[in-house]
């Protein structure tokens, strides 16, 4: 037997469908510039989305725009402003 789902999980699994393809593309391009790399590289002590333009040679709507969308879709965590 299948468990019902509440309104509330029934909309949030609707909308992690119809946000897939943006998370795909977006994640797709963190990849090709080397962000996901970056944080990884980073470590425990982490990088600020400043370090990330610096480093990757990224305009800031880019870096910060990416990482808003690594965050929101659980690829990043951010503590004191690093990634």
């Given at each position: 037997m299948s468990k019902?789902?509440?309104?509330v999980e029934a909309k949030s699994l609707a909308q992690a469908i119809a946000f897939a393809p943006?998370?795909?593309q977006a994640v797709r391009a963190m990849l090709a510039f080397g962000i996901i790399k970056a944080v990884d590289e980073a470590g425990p002590r982490?990088?600020?989305v400043a370090e990330?333009?610096?480093k990757l040679k990224l305009p800031h709507y880019t870096a910060a725009?990416?990482?808003?969308a690594g965050l929101t879709c659980g690829i990043f965590e951010?503590?004191?402003?690093r990634l």
């Amino acid at each position: 037997m299948s468990k019902k789902l509440t309104m509330v999980e029934a909309k949030s699994l609707a909308q992690a469908i119809a946000f897939a393809p943006l998370t795909f593309q977006a994640v797709r391009a963190m990849l090709a510039f080397g962000i996901i790399k970056a944080v990884d590289e980073a470590g425990p002590r982490g990088i600020s989305v400043a370090e990330l333009e610096r480093k990757l040679k990224l305009p800031h709507y880019t870096a910060a725009t990416l990482t808003e969308a690594g965050l929101t879709c659980g690829i990043f965590e951010e503590a004191s402003g690093r990634l």
